[in-house]
Every structure is written in C-alpha cells, then in structure tokens.
C-alpha cells in the first residue's frame, strides 16, 4: 500500500494551461514537501509546508497543505515547457531521530510548446 | 559549494555479480540517505547513515547494504545482483535528518542488470 498516493500519474497539456495536481494520504504529516526531478537529474525541493492550510507561492507555482496536514496539492499557472518533469511530493513524519521522509510515485508533467 | 557527487552515473551488470555505488554529500553535511527509484514503484527508502552509523532502514532484502565513512562519503553495495535490482540509485545528503534540514539529491546511479 502506497503512504502517499499522486494524481493523476501522467499530464499532457499544451503551453499556457493551467493545471493542478494532488498529493493524498490517509496519514498525518509534519510537514510535506515538493520536488522537481528532470531527466537524468536528482530531485530538487521546490517548498516545504508545515502548517494545514498553509499556501504558499512560488512564481507561478502555489502550493497548499490540507487542514488535516494528510493532503497536498501543487497549481501551475500558465504551465511553460520549462515547467516539464516529475513532480514528487514527500511527507515527513516523526522528529529527532525518528525523523522519516516517505515519497510518492510522483506526477509526469509534460508541457508542449 | 559542490552538490553531491555519485560514481558511477551508469553501470551495466549481470545477475549474480555485486556492485558497489559510492556517494560524496555536499561539503559539511553528515546525513547520507540511499534510495531506489524504478517508473513502478517510485522512489522508495533504502537506508540513511548519520555519523557513520546506519539510523533507519527500508523494506529491501540483506543483499543491499551500506556504510559510512567518517568523512561522510557513503557507499552502497548489492549483492547477488537480479533483474529487478534495475533502478536508478540516488543519494541525498542533509547537514543531519531533521524536517528542518532541506535534503539534496545527487543525479543518481543508473544501473542495469542484464
């Protein structure tokens, strides 16, 4: 059973377009995070969220932390190709040396020009 | 300052050899976490060293193991290599694990069982 579900698994849209997608559990996090990975490329954090209902902006990326601090989702305004990759959020759990950072499958962005 | 380094950045293997993947973590960091990332499963959790000792570890089988050194440089290696072992590795390293420590990922190991 996957901790963290991501939806929908591929995206296919043309420049311009605005997209949304959704990171969901049935787990509480401390906090959740956002990554970019591009072909050939590590991951690479966008933003951390850690308190629900948090939203914060990134260009023109806006990311929100649900109430209940158990879903996430990521808005992409006026989606460039540049914006192209995989997007993985990460919800940590834990603290100290309890400390533990688990992934989902992540969303597959592709943006036509 | 330099990111994190992994050698080799592509492998070839075949089943039943071993393999040994290292990691440098960006300078001053001491946290090293491994993990396996494959289009059905994702990324999931290999182990983490801190301080050279091995702090957590995930659900894979013996045959992947892992060690610090005391200059943080961190090697991951597989045994008795499968098919299914087919994967890019990546390593991420942390000033230490804490949510308040932002987790750097090198470009990875891609490696290839034949």
């Known amino acids: 059973t996957q901790l963290l579900e991501q939806s929908p698994q591929f995206l296919s849209i043309q420049e311009g377009e605005n997209l949304t997608v959704y990171c969901n559990s049935s787990?509480?996090?401390?906090?959740l995070q956002w990554y970019r990975q591009e072909p050939g490329e590590g991951p690479v954090l966008l933003v951390t969220?850690?308190?629900?209902?948090e939203v914060k902006k990134l260009k023109r990326l806006t990311f929100q932390f649900g109430d209940a601090r158990k879903d996430s989702s990521l808005h992409i305004t006026a989606a460039q190709p540049g914006d192209t990759g995989l997007y993985l959020c990460?919800?940590?759990?834990?603290?100290?040396?309890?400390?533990?950072?688990?992934f989902g499958k992540g969303t597959l962005l592709t943006v036509n020009p | 300052k330099a990111g994190v380094t992994q050698t080799p950045r592509y492998l070839i293997k075949t089943r039943g050899q071993q393999v040994t993947l290292s990691c440098s973590p960006i300078?001053?960091?001491?946290?090293v976490s491994w993990y396996q990332q494959t289009p059905g499963q994702g990324l999931q959790f290999l182990f983490e060293?801190?301080?050279?000792?091995?702090?957590n570890k995930g659900n894979f089988p013996g045959r992947f193991s892992g060690r610090q050194f005391s200059n943080s440089r961190s090697e991951m290696n597989v045994s008795t290599l499968e098919l299914g072992d087919s994967a890019l590795y990546l390593c991420?390293?942390?000033?230490?694990?804490?949510?308040?420590?932002?987790?750097?990922f090198g470009p990875g190991t891609r490696l290839t069982v034949t």
């Open positions: 991420a390293s942390s000033f230490r694990p804490d949510r308040d420590y932002e987790q750097y």
């Open positions: 969220v850690v308190t629900g209902g």
């Open positions: 060293y801190f301080s050279e000792t091995q702090r």
């Open positions: 300078s001053g960091h001491r946290s």
């Open positions: 990460a919800g940590a759990q834990g603290g100290g040396s309890n400390y533990k950072l688990t």
């Open positions: 787990s509480v996090f401390s906090s």
